[in-house]
């Protein structure tokens, strides 16, 4: 599993620091949203052919990893 995220680079110079993969100009966010829109995994490798099926899955994974230590706190709402 730590080797798919080894996928998911990050660099100032390259969408402002975003998780990224590779070192391309492609964005975790992006392939998230695409995911979430309907693509499939063969639409998305289809239209960005630099992308491998690890890169989609690393960037499953790297979602999963922050959602997993995500911390719900209960809000009372203010009156």
């Given at each position: 599993?730590e080797?798919?995220?080894?996928?998911i680079?990050?660099?100032?110079?390259?969408?402002?620091?975003?998780?990224i993969?590779?070192?391309?100009?492609?964005?975790?966010a992006?392939?998230?949203e695409?995911?979430?829109?309907?693509?499939?995994?063969?639409?998305?490798?289809?239209?960005y052919?630099?992308l491998?099926?690890?890169?989609?899955?690393?960037?499953l994974?790297?979602?999963?990893?922050l959602?997993a230590?995500?911390e719900?706190?209960d809000?009372v709402?203010?009156s």
């Open positions: 599993m080797n798919l995220l080894s996928r680079t990050f660099s100032r110079e390259v969408l402002c620091g975003k998780p993969i590779r070192g391309l100009r492609i964005s975790v992006m392939i998230l695409l995911l979430a829109k309907g693509a499939s995994i063969q639409e998305i490798l289809e239209d052919p630099e491998e099926i690890a890169d989609i899955y690393a960037a994974l790297y979602a999963q990893r959602v230590n995500e719900v706190f809000r709402a203010a």
